[in-house]
């Protein structure tokens, strides 16, 4: 419950806090709540004094199960304004019960007027919720257009049933629903009936004389706390404080001895003018609450202050530390400095620009140099192709025959040398070869004679390595003309020769090979004449590229290098530049908050002694609003003064000027909001709305003496307000507002909507909305419902507004400054980030100015 109380704060940011500690008396009384929400046909009736902590309970019991809370202010004036009141409520009920599985819990306010209430008035009621028909409440059009979704939370509640598998006593038994229903009014409106059991529950806020009209349902009484219990609650509330325990446990008893204090010297209260006293636990609750509030609010914001102050004087010295000191001395070096950069780099970028031309006309010669390459090697393949047609045969010719010939070894040459006399063919095809390998070489007039020489150079294998090492392309015509006769003989066959020697039968083809690729190549010599000058050509541009393309890679890397000199000097300007800029913008902008930097150290200070004297303005704060706000100035004197002689003994420091009354009432006149009671002022009609105006100058006055409480255009108007966030004063009122008015008053939120009920429509209030009611008659003539919903202020002097206007500056964070945006700029940014920024520079000097 703790949780769930925790999260009901989070979420309804805009509703009244649960004055609600979590203590096993409570506990006790939730839990009654929960379990009369899970039962079918079963209400509750809460006997207790008001304050005494049954809306709460209900409220956190009713968010812990997910529902949903509507409220009913019953109108006793008669029956019919009784019944209307009741079957207002419980027709919304019933129109949420077609579209939620959740509780739906009517929450009848009766103990203020349960003496008027008829007991015959309550029995109707009885008989409906005994057995309840949900077509007396809503239109049968209603029901079947909500039809669709009755059946299907019927389905999601027979599933959770069937899963669970468990039900209390008096819980209906749920099953499926066939799809036909829908189809049907009559069990739409029975199911609708037994929604309304499930999910529907009264209860009654009664006191003791009641409860024998309400016997028919469950009872819970809340007894007056005991002094243990009390105390209990209360160090529980005190806890959210951060104060040690012994701090708590002192303040606690401080708090019941100025609660006594007030009791014994009030002698309105001695007196009873016909006052509704509060239940003693309720008074102590409501002292440790609104003292934890008071006192966690005021150490928070001194927080903040201190936080914002020691940032922005954090920054400002980091300012003078970035901003490198003396403006002029430093400034004018930089200035030369920066001069002296520029034009070096100047003088860069001029070297840069003239080298990345050169490289690009190198770059131009480049590619045009690469297109002349590859003209003169296409003309260079195609010279090669037209010769590769004429001597490609005799080419293969010759290499097949040399390949054969490097085959024998140096026995083949001795076993051909070996012969003597062998034929005509043989000693013609050794001379034939001897004459290409050896120019000098001439034959005899007798073969026979030539072959003895001949096979000698057979056996010493001269000619087997010549022959290996033949160049073909190097025998010209003359040569070929020397064996002529060989060629022309007929014995100068390479298939005779075989007859007697396969080696010189090869040598005798090779021979003829020779010939034939000699004659070929005589054929074309025009163009290897031509072939050979391309290739010059060739080699001599591709030598050119190569010088060209170092040249190209050398630039480039001087172009690379002159371009990082120039990101250098960019950057040792721009260094410059931005350690000068940081000097001017530094020095203007100490100039410009030389005055406040004094202001801020001593407010700093000040606020560091100022926490010493938080614990007693909180305690005196969380008094005078409990306790004697609604008390008269003569009342507030006395017990003012008596409180500080008990706080001066305790030796708890407070601030004498601000615990005064126009102080504490200005304060929580200042920060009244929706998170509170609606404050009810009684005194000088015309002196308090003037300090109402003074206090919340954009607020909106309206006189409801001359406009009924019923009237549209004040209704219409409080709906504005309330929806817009503007400050209301409904001023000039003499008598209670009726209950309509109720639900806006003690601000019941519908959870389903986030809204709350308001004459017949439904409205979001804003967090900024303030609504103020200015009496102009007696407290006496206003209902105890009234004045218990509201919080009472009695001001029976004459405030001075501009003394009040000067207070109301102290009263938050951000007024308590004279220049606060200058602190948060200050504070919001870095030091670096100021010093870079120019707009945000110009912002700080508009602020301080």
Sequence with gaps: MENFLFEFRQVYAVA?????????????????????????WEHMALVGRPGSGRTQCIRLATFALNGQTLSVYPDASSHETFERSWRSAVTRAVQLATSTNHPINVLMRLDFCQDQVKPEWLDMLKQWLQQPIAS???????????GERIIEHEKMLSTAMQASNIR??????????????????????KILSARVSDFVHFFFLIG????????????DCYLLLGSKEKSEMCLRVLA????????????FKLLERLCTIFM???AEASIALGRTTPPESRVHFLLCKTFVKAYLQEKRSIGRRKNILKCALGTIAKIIDLSCGDEDSVGSELMLQLDNTKMNLLALKSEYSFKVSSLERMRKDLHAKERDLEKIRR???????????VVSKSRNEYNTASEKLRSYTAADYRKLASLKKPMIGVRFTIEAVRCLVDPMFRPQRNSLDTWTTSQELLRSLFLQSVLATFDVDSVDEIAIQRLKRYLESREFKSTKVEVESDLAASICYWITCVADLVAANSIVRKEYEELKQVIMEMQTLEEELATLNDSIVSKSSEVTRTDEEISRSEQEVAANRRTLDHIQRGAQILRVTAANQMKWQEELDALSRVSDYVLGDSIFMAAFSVLICDRSTRIRRIVLSLWKQELTRERIMFTETICTSEFFVTRLLKNADATGRWPVLFGNTGSLVDTLRVLHPASVSVDVHANSWQSKELIEQTERALRTGTTLILHSIRSSPPVEWYPIISMDIEREFGAVHFYDRSFSISPDARLFFVASTPR???SAQFIHMTSTFVIDEVLDNQRLLQEAVQLTDHQRTENMRLLNLLSEHRAGEILDCQEIVEQISAAAS
Aim: net charge positive.
């Design 780 to 782: 006496t003539t206003f």
């Design 240 to 251: 959210e404080s951060e104060l040690s325990l012994p701090q708590r446990l002192s303040i």
């Design 168 to 189: 209390l006593p008096g819980q209906r038994s749920c099953r499926f629903l066939i799809s036909e229903t829908i189809h049907s009014s009559a069990a739409l409106k």
């Design 208 to 219: 003791s004389r009641a409860i024998r009209h309400l016997r028919w349902c469950t009872v």
């Design 264 to 266: 014994d010297n009030d």
């Design 16 to 40: 009244r806090d649960l004055n609600l500690s979590i203590t096993r008396y409570t506990m006790s009384h939730i839990q009654r709540v929960m379990r009369v929400c899970r039962q079918s």
């Design 136 to 146: 007396e409440m809503v239109t049968d059009e209603m029901i079947v257009s909500t």
């Design 379 to 389: 003309k260079r393949d195609e010279l090669q192709q037209k010769i590769n047609a």
